[in-house]
Structures are given as C-alpha cells and as structure tokens.
C-alpha cells in the first residue's frame, strides 16, 4: 500500500511541478510579446494563394467566400480544392463566384482521399509568395490576413497563425471548458513564439512562405502543425501571432468536442513521433531544447502518466485521505495563485485539463492501433450551429 502512495505522490509531483512550471514559464515569456519583432509594414504586400479545402460545406462556404471577398487585403488569389462532396458545396461556389465576379481557381476531386491529399493538389496551384491555408467554417476579422503578413517582414519567420475566439463561448458547460482550454493554449503558444517557436498551429489561419512548404504527409491528421514543424526545421521561425483573429463554433456537448478533438490529438501525436528526432537537439535552438520536448512530454507521457496518478489516487484518497488531502490542497492553492496571474478560473481549468487527457489517451489509443483518421469530417452538432441564424448572423457582424 504504501509502495503505491509512494508511486503515486512521485508522478503528481512530476505532472504539478512540470505543469506549473512550464506554464509560469511560458507567462513569464508571453508578456514580452514585443520581442517577436512585429511591425506592421505597410510596403510589406506579397501575393497571397489562400487554399480553402472543402467536403460537405454548402452551410457554411458562401460565408467563408464572402469573409475572404472583404478581407482589407487586394494581393490574394484563392483556391478551394473540393474532395468529391456530396451535397451543394461546389454548385454555391460557382453560383457565388459567378454573382460576384470573383477570382476562385476551383479544384474538383473525383474521389475523397483526404484533407492532406487535397492540399497537396491545392500546392501545384499557387502562385503566391506566401501560401494561407484555412477551414470553410472559420470567419476572419477583416484585418487578420493583413496582421498575420506583417510577420513575414522579419526574415527569420515562415510560418504564422492567428488566434481563435469563439462565437459560442457561454452556451454550455463543453463550450465554456473550450473557452478556458483557450486561454491556456493562447498563453502557451505565445510565449513558446517569444521564446523561439510554436508547434501547433490553427488551421483556420496559417500562413507559410511559400518556397519552404514541400508537401503535407498524404496521412497527416495535423496537417498545419506538420509544415510549422518541418519550417523550423529548415531554420525559420513559426510563429503565433494573437492580432490574427478568426471565429468559430465550439461544439456545445462533450461527446462532439470528443469526436472533434480525439482527429486533432492523434494527429499532433502522430507529429511529436515521427519528429521525435527533435527532442533535446540543440541543433534547433530553444525550439528543439525546451519547447518540443515540452509539448512531446504533453501530448504523449502526460496522458498515460495522469490516469497512472488518478486511479491510485481516488483508492488512497479514501483509505489514507488525510496525507493526499494535504498535497491535493496544496496543489491546489499554488495552481489558484497561478491562474489568478491569467484570470483563469480553477473549477473549469480542471475540467478541461482532465477532459482534454482523456481525449489525448484517446487519440494514443487511436494511434497506436492503427486507427487513422486523415479523412476529416465537420461535427453534426456544429453544422446545426451554422444553420442557426442565431449564429451565423453573430459570425458575420464579428467579422465586420
């Protein structure tokens, strides 16, 4: 029994110590944003390819269309390669096109081999300097295209992406948990682009030079992530830039921000793997010394490591309660004092923390069977939500 407490108080200190201190980390470096050296350049004003990818959008690609129609922003061709979509998705692109007298290369693929493959094809179009990949659902801000670019004037980034808010952030408890999920992710990314670069990118926004973009992983689940990864790799930063924004819908129930997530989790897992020659490699700078082996150690040990810690720990908490209550408060007073530096309320941080483990044990689980899941599918939850005028109404006034 004690050989068990033992076991178990080693890995929550492990998890507490690492949590906390890398997140305070990451606080510390956030708040020095202005070392990213981003200025807003106005000579700066390349010729932009904009890839849309589409399966299934006839809720929510005319929105979209219209978003990147009045994007303050002239340099910009845009290009939606179409997997074999089954319902009206490519008979709203050409009736919008034709109604607006818009310049929309339009790629139509017989058969559905996923979003990687499309973009892949998406790749032999372009002609811009830089290449902007984003999703039929997202809604920027009219200056986001514009805000993200700047970065580009410093020689040293190739790739960038931009911050999400959502539209239905208070509706329920999940979208409430994916708000908090948020404010955490938004601090981690930023200070990890302060301190050299960040791994996971948005693929509502992400923006990469495009003579550094090769090709995407014809199984990639985490498609933006890869070429972030594969750009600082050849020497150039990536970087998160929060004046970039875009909108979107979170899904309002559990289950649909399970399915949503588990495709993402396997797909950033399947990155840190097949990258884990990055791991403690000088080579990289910060990124390959602190930053990946960060994000490895969160995305594939944490997960398994939590769920050794929890189960012991509801056993112990019962039988010799008085010595895990004493740890478990003061874990709990450090993280309180922690959040509070962010506003970040500790009941919805733990939900999310342990919702979003379960999810990443998931998509491990997921991985390591062989389960891929590179053919991507929107949530029928959300596209209810775009149906709604409720909320495509609030989509598009934001953006305005």
């Known amino acids: ?3 068990i407490l033992e076991i178990t108080i080693i890995i929550g200190l492990v998890l507490f110590i690492f949590y906390s201190g890398y997140f305070l980390f990451m ?56 997997s074999a979509s089954e319902d009206k998705t490519v008979d709203l692109i050409r009736k919008f096109v034709k109604d607006n007298n818009m310049n929309v290369k339009l790629i139509s693929e017989k058969e559905r081999k996923g979003k990687a493959s ?14 902007v990949m984003t999703d039929a659902d997202a809604i920027w801000e009219k200056n986001a295209l514009r805000k993200a670019l700047s970065n580009f004037s410093d020689q040293n980034v190739g790739a960038v992406t931009g911050r999400q808010i959502l539209i239905n952030s208070d509706q329920s408890l999940a979208t409430k948990v994916e708000k908090t999920y948020r404010s955490v992710f938004e601090v981690l990314r930023l200070g990890e682009s302060v301190l050299d670069s960040t791994p996971i990118f948005h693929g509502e926004i992400s923006c990469f030079k495009r003579k550094l973009v090769d090709h995407v992983s014809k199984d990639s689940m985490a498609d933006d992530s890869e070429l972030a990864v594969k750009i600082r790799k050849k020497g150039f930063k990536s970087v998160y830039d929060p004046d970039a924004v875009f909108y979107e819908l979170a899904p309002p129930s559990f289950k649909s ?16 793997w097949r990258e884990r020659g990055i791991l403690f490699n000088s080579k990289y700078g910060k990124f390959g ?19 050794a810690f ?25 993280s309180f004092v922690i ?14 923390f342990f919702n979003s483990q379960f999810i990443l044990l998931a998509s491990l689980m997921y991985h390591v069977t062989g389960k891929s899941q590179h053919r991507w599918r929107k949530v029928d939850e ?10 495509r109404f609030r989509s598009e006034k934001e953006s305005n």
């Open 257 to 272: 921000r399970f399915i949503q997530k588990v495709r993402r989790g396997q797909g950033l897992i399947q990155l840190f």
């Open 289 to 307: 010394t602190i930053v990946f082996p960060a994000e490895f150690f969160m995305h594939i040990i944490s997960p398994t490591l939590v769920f």
């Open 27 to 82: 606080i510390v470096k956030s708040r020095h944003r202005g070392s990213l050296n981003n200025p807003d350049r106005r000579d700066y004003v390349p010729f932009v390819s904009v890839i849309v990818p589409t399966y299934n959008e006839e809720d929510t690609i005319v929105h979209r269309l219209r978003n990147l129609m009045e994007q303050e922003y002239v340099g910009m061709e845009i290009i939606v390669v179409d």
């Open 382 to 391: 959300i596209r209810e939500l775009w149906r709604s005028e409720k909320f």
């Open 118 to 131: 499309a973009l892949n094809e998406a790749f032999k179009h372009c002609c811009g300097e830089i290449v």
């Open 1 to 3: 029994m004690f050989v």
């Open 339 to 352: 959040l509070t530096l962010t506003r970040i309320g500790i009941t919805n941080f733990i939900l999310s």
């Open 310 to 334: 929890l189960i012991p720990f509801l056993y112990g908490l019962f039988s010799m309660g008085v010595y895990i209550l004493i740890g478990l408060l003061g874990s709990v007073a450090i």
